[in-house]
């Protein structure tokens, strides 16, 4: 069974404060790493896909790696419009086909 | 990438009563999925639905509680039934595109009193 964990669950930095966000996962043959960015009353907007380990992608302030056991997304300098929940989620296997399995979340608040 | 409808944006309904939701989406799709996200949790698949074929549901739904109909390539719907306080969640609907990867509609708001 596919497991993702994420942590912290909650982070609070300091506008400018740069930092990580972690995702561990566990996986039958990874087919995809997702990145997404969740804010209050709406669906996860996606960010990032990355699919083989020392793979790299960036958006502005956004950066996510990808290992064979875990996916960082770095947040530099960021802002309060960051402010989210971010979501990581692998694409596996079920019975239907494929499905993406996620984790927790870490709730990102940046204070001015 | 895709656009996704989803209605309604939430609604308050009583126990005992059914709620369905729609997904339209403004591509067509082979696969459309529905998934719940409890308060202060986060997604949990309910079920993979294909056009012209029966809705593929993970462990811990059925589909007698979540039927689903894929009656086309862009429409799906997901009915929510003999509700509960329990069934109180967020559902959201999501596609995959070859060249988009998954992506999210807006979700619908569930309050079950």
């Known amino acids: 069974e596919d497991q993702v964990t994420q942590s912290p669950e909650a982070l609070r930095l300091q506008e400018g404060e740069s930092s990580s966000l972690n995702c561990s996962y566990t996986?039958?043959?990874?087919?995809?790493l997702f990145w997404y960015r969740q804010d209050p009353g709406k669906g996860p907007e996606f960010l990032f896909t990355?699919?083989?380990a020392g793979e790299e992608k960036e958006k502005e302030r956004l950066k996510a790696t990808l290992t064979k056991k875990e996916s960082f997304l770095h947040i530099t300098a960021p802002k309060p419009e960051d402010s989210a929940t971010y979501l990581c989620?692998?694409?596996?296997?079920?019975?239907?086909?494929?499905?993406?399995?996620f984790g927790g979340g870490t709730r990102l608040m940046v204070k001015p | 990438s895709a656009v996704i409808s989803q209605k309604p944006s939430r609604d308050i309904c009583q126990r005992g009563t059914s709620l369905t939701i729609q997904c339209q989406v403004d591509?067509?799709?082979?696969?459309m999925f529905w998934y719940r996200q409890q308060p202060g949790q986060s997604l949990t698949l309910i079920a993979t639905?294909?056009?012209?074929?029966?809705?593929?549901?993970e462990s811990g739904f059925v589909i007698d509680k979540f039927p689903i109909s894929r009656p086309n390539l862009t429409f799906s719907t997901l009915t929510v039934s003999n509700m509960s306080p329990e069934d109180s969640s967020i559902y959201l609907c999501?596609?995959?595109?070859?060249?988009?990867?998954?992506?999210f509609g807006s979700g619908t708001r569930l309050t079950v009193v």
């Open positions: 999501s596609v995959q595109l070859a060249i988009y990867g998954y992506t």
């Open positions: 996986v039958s043959g990874l087919r995809g």
């Open positions: 990355l699919y083989s």
């Open positions: 989620a692998v694409q596996g296997w079920n019975n239907a086909g494929n499905m993406l399995t």
């Open positions: 591509s067509q799709v082979t696969m």
């Open positions: 639905a294909n056009q012209g074929s029966e809705a593929t549901y």
